[in-house]
């Protein structure tokens, strides 16, 4: 790209107030065609805000959106849409009881001869799955997909057009190492088209990579901007959360004690697929006071055991045991009573309640702990909420705001915290960082050393490498359904997690115990 190329689209002075909090106070920014342009900050920083705004979804308060050097006001993203401006949501915004291709084409139906092109519609969504190396359906039905195909069915919506202007949000965010390095390349060929594209990612790494420039957003206003190849991580994270890369990792300085919680030759079915094995013949245990990492890539069976631990899952085969009982047997319900907490893997359909508020999500598995003859003690469940709320760092306007005013960190402490209100000994998260912010990220590793240092177990599955490296005090590498190494993470190398994590067993087609 031409360094004297014009911007294609430009904010001049953008804010945006939500009462008396301003989200954006300012702001100048500009993309230029074929450039890929990196939005980074932490979550509550503006930055989907602004993307908002650029792409029509909201308006600002005051200052001016150009395209093509004129002002313009887009009345919603329809007509942005129309003037070549897309935008991927973080938040996945999909039909779940529709096809692949009927989303796709989602208020944006083709027509022959007064019908819709159906036939033709299909045949465009097959062929978009396909750039993007997924073998998929255009006929299957999107509430049917995992999360990482459901986030490619969105990517597919928007490549679906002639955008010159490609806003994506954490695109990424539910997808493998496979799907990412697809993506990069639909990504480059984008630019490569001159097609200006804008990347926000909290996996900064994928940032370094991928992009032309790099810009800042903190507490609502643009504090740096330079050329990628001319940055590092440690010039990112400063910054955005004004502090050093190497601060971000709590100190784990608990002392294990005996094993908590003991797994034993546990074999699990695919939930999905049930005539093959997700999890095969997996033993380890974690102790009092420990924090363990589970690292694998996608696929290799991590959900599929966490969730099993949690009760969602029978095992075909093994124990499962905590401080001496049996769990095996147990459903849910009766493993929290046990002191078994699941922290899942998708926060938005499995963690939280969007009807509910902040502190009716942070009580609602523990509700039971504060009935006494059949009334639930509001005053003092909300008290425990409260302190809990602290103990995360949760930031909120209060208890009675609703779930949807809280950026996607917080909502991810939400959802710790509602584990922490069970008052559990072993916590379970499955990869409790995706989708939020570095400074957030500091906060649950934070917490995670916190709940070991009283005595409790932690167990956590990811695919960052770093993090098992930095987090935990022993990791555990999954490939293929099967516990392939238990490692010191202080003697360990980035290098060595990716090569054992690539290996493994090929994959049993028939359960067999």
Not at 152 to 160: D, G, P, S, T, Y
Not at 280 to 300: N, P, S
Request: charged share 25%.
């Amino acid at each position: 790209m031409s360094d004297e190329a014009s911007p294609v689209l430009q904010a001049v002075g953008v804010t945006k107030a939500y009462g008396g909090t301003h989200a954006l106070k300012g702001v100048d920014f500009a993309v230029s065609p074929g450039q890929i342009t990196a939005l980074i900050g932490e979550n509550g920083a503006g930055k989907s805000t602004l993307m908002k705004i650029l792409a029509g979804v909201e308006q600002p308060s005051s200052g001016q959106i150009l395209l093509d050097g004129e002002p313009v006001s887009f009345s919603g993203p329809t007509e942005a849409l129309a003037h070549g401006v897309a935008i991927i949501h973080q938040e996945l915004n999909l039909c779940p009881n529709l096809s692949i291709a009927d989303n796709i084409f989602l208020a944006r139906e083709r027509t022959r001869l007064a019908t819709v092109d159906y036939q033709g519609q299909r045949r465009t969504a097959a062929d978009l799955l396909a750039r993007l190396e997924e073998d998929i359906s255009p006929d299957a039905l999107t509430g049917d997909l995992r999360l990482g195909q459901q986030q490619l069915v969105e990517i597919a919506k928007a490549l679906n057009g002639d955008a010159r202007v490609l806003i994506m949000d954490e695109p990424t965010s539910a997808l493998s190492h496979a799907e990412v390095e697809v993506l990069f390349r639909v990504i480059r060929d984008l630019a490569a088209r001159g097609v200006a594209v804008i990347y926000i990612s909290h996996h900064l790494d994928e940032c370094l990579e991928l992009a032309d420039e790099a810009v800042v957003l903190r507490d609502g206003a643009i504090v740096a901007q330079a050329p990628m190849n001319t940055v590092d991580m440690g010039w990112i994270v400063s910054n955005m959360v004004g502090r050093n890369q190497d601060d971000l990792y709590a100190d784990l300085d608990a002392v294990p004690g005996e094993p908590l919680l003991q797994i034993d030759h546990l074999v699990v079915a695919d939930p999905d697929s049930p005539g093959r094995l997700a999890v095969r013949d997996v033993t380890f245990d974690v102790r009092a006071g420990e924090v363990v990492g589970i690292f694998g890539l996608m696929g290799a069976g991590r959900t599929e055991l966490l969730e099993t631990l949690a009760g969602r899952h029978r095992a075909l085969a093994g124990r499962i045991v905590l401080d001496g009982e049996e769990l095996s047997r147990k459903d849910v319900k009766q493993r929290i009573a046990s002191g078994l907490i699941l922290v899942p893997e998708d926060r938005q359909r499995d963690g939280l309640v969007p009807s509910l508020t902040i502190g009716r999500n942070i009580g609602l598995a523990s509700v039971a702990r504060f009935i006494r003859n059949g009334v639930v003690q509001a005053r003092s469940q909300r008290a425990e909420a409260t302190e809990i709320a602290g103990q995360v760092r949760l930031k909120m306007s209060g208890l009675d705001a609703p779930i949807g005013s809280l950026s996607g960190g917080n909502q991810q402490k939400v959802v710790i915290a509602k584990a922490l209100m069970t008052e559990p000994r072993v916590v379970v998260l499955d990869e409790p960082t995706r989708g939020i912010d570095v400074g957030a990220k500091a906060d649950i590793f934070t917490l995670m050393a916190q709940q070991a240092r009283q005595g409790r177990a932690v167990l956590f599955a990811t695919s960052e490498v770093s993090e098992v490296l930095h987090a935990c005090d022993r990791v555990l590498v999954m490939a293929r359904g099967e516990v392939v190494a238990d490692l010191d993470p202080r003697a360990s190398s980035r290098e060595q997690l990716m090569a054992l994590a690539d290996t493994g067993p090929t994959p049993t087609e028939e359960p067999h115990v």
